[in-house]
Every structure is written in structure tokens, then in C-alpha cells.
């Protein structure tokens, strides 16, 4: 059970999805999208906008979607890299990528991951960000995949592909979420590790040591005030992370429908 909710609503599991390496690990979180809904938060400065001002760009959870707030995560990456659009509002922050994957929300409160082309209901989304090449749609592997050291999907400035990286992917019904965190895999160990966690179609979030992150939400005991608190050792964050000082980059926050 999380913060405000006497059923269970989020799942953990940890993967180890390369057998080469058998320290690599991944982190899995299924959220019960039947009882959740997720939205999309641009960063005051990421994604970099060509209109800066189109649309408000606080940084930090509504205040009104507090009281039902449970938990969040990292969004996509930065403009240089790649190129990745973002739509929250209404406003298109940065132009659609046709050759990028999707991950879209929806007002019915129902979510899609899927490439550019291919998105249903574009019209009628509430906000989408993208990120690169889908690791996975409707159960087919990105043949870019098939190379362990693709650097598509990131690396480190060294080239070094076996980094700490984030996904999200939807199960077949599309009720449920998977939220990954890894620590030291390739992109396409990520991609089995989400796919047989449950998804059917996986985009990659941001990647590197700094960026991905799940956090949980509760009140904190002594103060009463909304804590932070992170769902895996050694992820970097404030407790008060997507509250308090304005995220620069763009997240994804959960609440209890």
C-alpha cells in the first residue's frame, strides 16, 4: 500500500537481465493504471522550447494534485540529444521527431507508448514526450537491439553504453505501467529485462547516473509535510523533489485517481 491508499496500487521486483554481467540490476515498479493516473510536468528550462513562454512552466507538481499524489519519476532527455519533442497544455514545447517513440497520456486517464507514426488518438492527447526508438512495440524488439553496444538509446561522453538507465512500457491490456531503473546495463539488456517484466512496447526515459529516479511520496511524521523518499537505494534527489525548487529537466508524477 502507498501513501493514501489502503490497497496495493504499485509493485516492486528487481530483475537481473544480463547474463554477462550479473551484477547488472533492474528495478521494475507495475503501477495499477485502473487505479492511477499519470501526468506530464515540463522542466522551467528542459526540454528547450523555440517558444519559452508558450506555455507555464513551474517545474514542480499542481499544487491541487498534492493530496493525491503517491509518486514520480524522471522524465526524457535533454533538447541537444535528439531532438525529442514535448507536448503539456496544449502547447507543443518542442516539435514532434517522426522517427521518435511516444509516450503519450490521455484524457480518459489511459496511457500510449508508441512510434510517432503509429500513435492513436494523437488529437486527443492531453500531453506526450518523446524519447528514442522504441525499445519495444507491440512485442517486436527494435533491430537496432541486436547489438548489445548501441549507442541510440545513450552512453556516457567516455562511449561507455553499460550505464544506469530508465524506461517505461505497457503491459498488453494497457492497464498497467512498468517504471525500470537500471543499474550498469546496455540499452538492450534494459529492453529484455522490460520485456519480460510484463511490457509489450518500452520506451527509454534519461539514462546516466543523475538523471533516473522513482520516487515515493509520504507525510512526513514530524514536519506533516509531503516527503520525497526514493523507491531505490542510491538514486539523487531532496525530499522535497518536485515540490519545492523547480525541476530544470521535465518529470512524470502519479495520483490516485
Not at 533492474?26 to 522551467?44: E, H
Not at 509531503?226 to 515540490?243: H, N, S
Request: aromatic content about 8%.
Amino acid at each position: 500500500a502507498v501513501r493514501a491508499s489502503d490497497t496495493p496500487v504499485v509493485h516492486r521486483t528487481i530483475l537481473h537481465p544480463d547474463q554477462s554481467r550479473s551484477y547488472a540490476e533492474l528495478f521494475v515498479f507495475a503501477l495499477d493504471l485502473t487505479k492511477l493516473r499519470v501526468a506530464a510536468v515540463a522542466g522551467s528550462v528542459e526540454p528547450k522550447s523555440p517558444a519559452p513562454n508558450a506555455v507555464e512552466r513551474p517545474g514542480v507538481v499542481p499544487e491541487g494534485d498534492r493530496p493525491r499524489l503517491i509518486a514520480a519519476f524522471n522524465g526524457g532527455f535533454k533538447a541537444e540529444h535528439g531532438r525529442y519533442g514535448m507536448m503539456v497544455g496544449g502547447e507543443r514545447l518542442l516539435a514532434p521527431n517522426v522517427a521518435s517513440c511516444t509516450f503519450a497520456g490521455f484524457g480518459d486517464g489511459m496511457l500510449a507508448i508508441a512510434s510517432w507514426p503509429k500513435l492513436e488518438r494523437e488529437a486527443e492527447a492531453v500531453w506526450w514526450r518523446q524519447t528514442p526508438p522504441c525499445m519495444l512495440e507491440n512485442g517486436a524488439l527494435h533491430p537496432g537491439l541486436t547489438v548489445a553496444n548501441n549507442k541510440k538509446w545513450g552512453a556516457t561522453l567516455e562511449g561507455d553504453t553499460v550505464i544506469r538507465r530508465s524506461a517505461v512500457g505497457l503491459s498488453a491490456d494497457g492497464k498497467t505501467l512498468f517504471l525500470g531503473i537500471s543499474n550498469s546495463t546496455t540499452a538492450r539488456a534494459l529492453a529484455l529485462g522490460m520485456q519480460r517484466a510484463g511490457s509489450v512496447s518500452v520506451a527509454q526515459l534519461d539514462v546516466n547516473f543523475s538523471f533516473p529516479r522513482f520516487l515515493l511520496y509520504r507525510d512526513d511524521a514530524d514536519t506533516g509535510k509531503l516527503t520525497a523518499l526514493g523507491a531505490v537505494k542510491g538514486l539523487l534527489y531532496r525530499p522535497d523533489e518536485f515540490l519545492g525548487a523547480a525541476s530544470s529537466r521535465d518529470f512524470f508524477y502519479v495520483t490516485l485517481r
